[in-house]
């Protein structure tokens, strides 16, 4: 599954101070079960827009990740709240169906 999230810095805070957090806390949460990786794109025309992607086995593992057993994650996480405006777009399966170049739908 995928969570995803927009990330949109307040004056004072870089996207890449955040993304330099984000590496570092992401280190430490892949170590969760089910943790499957993390993804950072910027906003075409918005650049202190991010779109952020943490992908997980299941729903029920997210769901159980604990974030407040790190010092560091909780720390990060506490910053970004204060300079950032993150706004939860949605937890996502994974695709009943995709297209991709070059090949037939359905195929």
């Not at 805070?13 to 984000?22: F, G, I, K, S």
């Not at 949460?29 to 499957?36: K, M, W």
């Not at 794109?41 to 769901?63: F, M, N, Q, V, Y």
């Amino acid at each position: 599954m995928k969570f995803i999230f927009e990330v949109r810095m307040k004056p004072g805070y870089t996207v890449e101070e955040y993304a330099r957090a984000w590496v570092e806390a992401s280190r430490i949460i892949q170590q969760a079960p089910g943790a499957r990786g993390t993804y950072l794109h910027r906003k075409i025309g918005e650049p202190d827009t991010l779109l952020a992607i943490a992908i997980w086995e299941s729903k029920a593992h997210r769901d159980a990740k604990d974030d407040s057993r790190s010092e560091t994650v909780r720390r990060i996480l506490a910053e970004h709240a204060r300079k950032c405006e993150i706004t939860v777009i949605g937890e996502f399966e994974e695709p009943e169906w995709e297209v991709l170049p070059g090949q037939a739908p359905g195929a």
